[in-house]
């Protein structure tokens, strides 16, 4: 079963840190680009980042510039999302995505577009939940 997981949610304090890990099973990340998505109560999906499968990477929200890092390791088959100095609007559920479908292969699926276009990203985790609270 082809499939993405999410993991490393959880309640934190403001000014905390969490990794989120996503984790892929039945198939290998590695030529895939990966997106991290947000999703707040009560408003839309939102990009956050995204890495290439050569490691570049690019930034769809400014409220996370220089606080929350994106990247990979081939080997675990894993892409990573640390957040650090976490905000109460941070909180959300955080979504991880391939750039195109699981399982079909496309030169474009190794990098991220220049905008956090959900339509281009095909395989979506389940989320997991982040709560920012003192």
């Known amino acids: 079963q082809l499939q993405l997981v999410e993991s490393g949610g959880g309640l934190v304090q403001p000014g905390g840190s969490l990794r989120l890990s996503c984790a892929a099973s039945?198939?290998?990340?590695?030529?895939?680009?990966i997106g991290w998505f947000r999703q707040a109560p009560g408003k839309e999906r939102e990009g956050v980042l995204c890495?290439?499968?050569?490691?570049?990477?690019?930034n769809y929200g400014d409220s996370v510039e220089g606080r929350f890092t994106i990247s990979r390791d081939d080997a675990k088959n894993t892409v990573y999302l640390q957040m650090n100095n976490l905000k109460p609007e941070d909180t959300a559920v955080y979504y991880c995505?391939?750039?195109?479908?699981?399982?079909?292969?496309?030169?474009?699926?190794?990098?991220?577009?220049?905008?956090?276009?959900?339509?281009?990203?095909?395989?979506w985790g389940q989320g997991t939940q982040v709560t920012v609270a003192s």
């Open positions: 039945g198939f290998t990340l590695d030529y895939y680009a």
């Open positions: 890495i290439n499968n050569n490691n570049g990477i690019t």
């Open positions: 995505a391939t750039r195109g479908r699981l399982g079909i292969r496309n030169t474009i699926y190794a990098m991220c577009p220049m905008g956090p276009r959900f339509a281009d990203f095909g395989s």
